[in-house]
T-cell receptor, first 113, second 109 residues
Framework: EAQVTQNPRYLITVTGKKLTVTCSQNMNHEYMSWYRQDPGLGLRQIYYSMNVEVTDKGDVPEGYKVSRKEKRNFPLILESPSPNQTSLYFC????????????FGPGTRLTVT | AQSVAQPEDQVNVAEGNPLTVKCTYSVSGNPYLFWYVQYPNRGLQFLLKYITGDNLVKGSYGFEAEFNKSQTSFHLKKPSALVSDSALYFCAVRPDMRFGAGTRLTVKP
């Protein structure tokens, strides 16, 4: 089954404790991205990757890091989480062709206390 | 810079009535426009897209959208709403992949 998986689905952590949210896709997609969803703000792009070893900042990259060492994986790293990073996070993948839609993971709900 | 706007936070319709969820866009050049739906506790699912060609685009679950270049709009429509259509709907534009704030659709029996 074609899918985007994220782990964990739920995470409660404390300020400053490094964490990683994993994202994996099995569709051989070149393009992968991370979004955060906050009420009234829709989805905002954090980082995206056009292919292996190619990453770029989205609209809200501060406080986040990513890496793309393999085509299928695109982890999101919060090296020192803060309460304003409490949000619902989505990973997505798609063809590198701009006219193609994206496929979204189920989401990770992160709470930073 | 590209952007999309969804002017309504909430849309309420009765089951069986037609529904419209509005989206306007701002892009330079030709737009690639998308609609996604989010059901509770789920990720976003692709509904339909406009790339080029016919201004009326048909998508999943009986939804369609009308591209209007002069009004810079891409409204989502369905002739007869179902209770199961109740969800959060997002309009998006590429290549920058900007999303609107979302519109919560509630269909009442």
């Amino acid at each position: 089954e074609a899918q985007v998986t994220q782990n964990p689905r739920y995470l409660i952590t404390v300020t400053g404790k490094k964490l990683t949210v994993t994202c994996s896709q099995n569709m051989n997609h070149e393009y992968m991205s991370w979004y955060r969803q906050d009420p009234g703000l829709g989805l905002r792009q954090i980082y995206y990757s056009m292919n292996v070893e190619v990453t770029d900042k989205g609209d809200v990259p501060e406080g986040y890091k990513v890496s793309r060492k393999e085509k299928r994986n695109f982890p999101l790293i919060l090296e020192s989480p803060s309460p304003n990073q409490t949000s619902l996070y989505f990973c997505a993948s798609g063809s590198g062709v701009l006219s193609y839609e994206q496929y979204f993971g189920p989401g990770t709900r992160l709470t930073v206390t | 810079a590209q952007s999309v706007a969804q002017p309504e936070d909430q849309v309420n319709v009765a089951e069986g009535n037609p529904l419209t969820v509005k989206c306007t866009y701002s892009v330079s050049g030709n737009p690639y426009l998308f609609w996604y739906v989010q059901y509770p506790n789920r990720g976003l699912q692709f509904l339909l897209k406009y790339i080029t060609g016919d201004n009326l685009v048909k998508g999943s679950y009986g939804f369609e959208a009308e591209f209007n270049k002069s009004q810079t709009s891409f409204h989502l429509k369905k002739p007869s709403a179902l209770v199961s259509d109740s969800a959060l709907y997002f309009c998006a534009v590429r290549p920058d992949m900007r999303f609107g704030a979302g519109t919560r659709l509630t269909v009442k029996p």
